[in-house]
């Protein structure tokens, strides 16, 4: 059992930055896939960003592509997203989620960030 829980949210105006964190609990952390999905009112939930375990590799959708990084510390259990060059498009709540390599589905959830970008 994984629990997540992320932090870092906020407001800030166009072209700011913020860095989401995600912490979490148990001792298996270093072994999963960890992802940043983010969701709008009125729209789907959208898949942005994604770490391997260990750290070696990455995926980003095009929409935050060049504007945002995931990162991770394994030793601090701990996943970011630095968020840069923020629009006001970026406005969602912002969830962390973790998966075992293996599984296509993501198992554990976080409860969630809001991330409120101004013009």
């Known amino acids: 059992q ?13 072209g700011g ?3 989401l964190s995600c912490a979490a609990s148990g ?3 270093s072994s999963y896939f960890m992802g940043w999905f983010r969701q709008a009112p009125g729209k789907d939930r959208q898949y942005i960003a994604r770490i391997t375990a ?6 980003y959708a095009d929409s935050v592509k060049g504007r945002f990084t995931i990162s991770r510390d394994n030793a601090k259990n701990t996943v970011y997203l ?5 629009k006001p ?3 969602a709540v912002y969830y962390c ?11 554990y959830w976080g409860q969630g960030t809001q991330v409120t970008v101004s013009s």
């Open 89 to 91: 498009e970026d406005t």
């Open 27 to 29: 001792p298996t952390f």
């Open 54 to 59: 260990s750290g070696s590799a990455t995926y």
């Open 82 to 86: 630095q968020m840069n060059s923020l």
């Open 97 to 107: 989620a973790a998966k075992r390599p293996l599984i296509s589905e993501y198992e």
């Open 2 to 14: 994984v629990q997540l829980v992320e932090s870092g949210g906020g407001l800030v105006q166009a």
């Open 17 to 19: 930055s913020l860095r």
